[in-house]
């Protein structure tokens, strides 16, 4: 767990130390941040695509974890969780700062859908290397302090999902590692990409994607890689 305990400390950093940047900011150069942000969000997501083993895999998945995040009303539980801990840090007017709700979703998601999350906490819970992990918190922390700047302390406590999620990876490892084929991680990591492509088309205002729904995805899509694998 020594990775995921470092990469929450440096979101918490980046978050923090951004959001105070970002108060110090015109309302102008918030909006250009923001756009900064969605753009590198969208290169980050082709990026990723681009290392899909089969495209015809990744949309299925897409599709099929799309139906089911909509089933499960993962959009509005996630956004209910951000305006909870908003309402819990309404009292300090700093922490409620900026779109709070919009920061803790895109900054959980980001952090949490790229390949490095996968692969770092495998070699973190099988070999105890968390080497791939601390580089990702570099990443992270810089990433965190744009995205912060820009929507405030929500991107603080994304650090909550990733001490969740990547900690389950982590303790998760060594099931994982008997499971997970080259082309289910590549295919999984096209997926996330995907959806941090539908991310940024919100960040940038161009249309509302429900994209927080689409996270089943990171599921069905290594889930239908197996499957095209065995046929």
Do not use: H, Y
């Amino acid at each position: 767990m020594t990775g995921t305990l470092v990469n929450t400390a440096a979101v918490i950093a980046g978050g923090t130390l951004g959001s105070l940047l970002g108060t110090r900011f015109p309302e102008r150069v918030q909006r250009t941040v923001m756009q900064a942000v969605g753009l590198f969000t969208l290169a980050m997501g082709v990026e990723m695509f681009l290392e899909a083993a089969s495209t015809i895999v990744v949309l299925g998945g897409i599709i099929s974890g799309g139906i089911i995040g909509e089933a499960l009303e993962l959009e509005d539980r996630i956004q209910a969780l951000g305006e909870r801990l908003k309402g819990w840090c309404s009292a300090v007017p700093f922490l409620a700062r900026g779109d709070f709700t919009r920061g803790f979703v895109t900054a959980g998601l980001v952090f949490c859908t790229g390949p490095m999350t996968v692969v770092g906490s495998m070699q973190d819970g099988l070999r105890g290397d968390p080497s791939l992990l601390i580089m990702k918190s570099t990443l992270d922390f810089f990433a965190g302090m744009s995205f912060a700047a820009a929507m405030g302390m929500g991107v603080t406590f994304a650090a909550v999902i990733v001490l969740v999620f990547q900690g389950g990876l982590t303790l998760g490892a060594s099931a994982l590692s008997g499971i997970l084929s080259e082309a289910m991680t590549a295919d999984m990591t096209a997926a996330g990409g995907v959806i941090l492509v539908g991310l940024a088309l919100v960040l940038l205002d161009v249309c509302r994607v429900k994209a927080a729904a689409l996270l089943p995805a990171l599921v069905t899509a290594p889930a239908l890689s197996a499957l095209a694998a065995s046929l």
